[in-house]
């Protein structure tokens, strides 16, 4: 990847499992943006708005959002992000196990950049990697919000 794209990535995922499957083949696929994890949306939020104790984040940045978490849902979450100025153009894509689509619908409405299913952890989850992947070099990111 060029380091001329180096966009932030914050996995926003419970599963300590899958955090660590995502972070694996992104690895494999040479995909070398940093990836920060939190394990719900309020964490995200946190980690997005420099709560804490922590710098807000540097963009440019993406989110992939589980939808399914403890304390705070993906829903839940971009419910917040949305309603916050600061944070409302975030780029968010869902990547979850849910395939209800009320959960769909609820993201879309959300504006969300997509909906993948890790459920296809086979071609179809490799699939979704390579788009994100380019994605992440072919899309101009401003680095200022």
Same mark, same amino acid.
């Given at each position: 990847? *060029?380091? &001329?794209? !180096? #966009?932030?990535? =914050?996995?926003?995922?419970?599963? !300590?499992?899958?955090?660590?499957?995502?972070?694996? &083949?992104?690895?494999?696929?040479?995909? &070398? +943006?940093?990836?920060? #994890? %939190?394990?719900?949306?309020?964490? %995200? /939020?946190?980690?997005?708005?420099?709560?804490? $104790?922590?710098? *807000? /984040?540097?963009? *440019?940045?993406?989110?992939? @959002?589980?939808? +399914?978490? *403890?304390?705070?849902?993906?829903?839940?979450? =971009?419910?917040? @992000?949305?309603?916050?100025?600061?944070?409302? +153009?975030?780029?968010?894509? #869902? /990547? &979850?196990?849910? %395939?209800?689509?009320?959960?769909?619908?609820? %993201?879309?409405?959300?504006? #969300?950049? $997509?909906? =993948?299913?890790?459920? $296809?952890?086979? $071609?179809?989850?490799? +699939?979704?990697?390579?788009? =994100?992947?380019?994605? @992440?070099?072919?899309?101009?990111?401003?680095?200022?919000?």
């Amino acid at each position: 990847m *060029p380091e &001329t794209s !180096q #966009v932030n990535i =914050l996995l926003v995922e419970d599963d !300590q499992i899958d955090v660590r499957f995502i972070k694996k &083949t992104f690895q494999t696929h040479r995909i &070398t +943006n940093p990836i920060y #994890v %939190a394990s719900d949306g309020i964490e %995200a /939020l946190e980690i997005l708005r420099g709560e804490g $104790g922590r710098e *807000p /984040l540097a963009r *440019p940045y993406l989110i992939l @959002l589980d939808i +399914n978490m *403890p304390r705070m849902n993906g829903i839940q979450f =971009l419910q917040e @992000l949305r309603g916050d100025p600061r944070l409302s +153009n975030s780029i968010v894509f #869902v /990547l &979850t196990t849910s %395939a209800h689509d009320q959960d769909k619908e609820s %993201a879309y409405a959300h504006n #969300v950049a $997509g909906y =993948l299913l890790k459920s $296809g952890i086979g $071609g179809d989850f490799m +699939n979704a990697i390579r788009m =994100l992947e380019n994605f @992440l070099v072919s899309i101009q990111f401003p680095s200022e919000q």
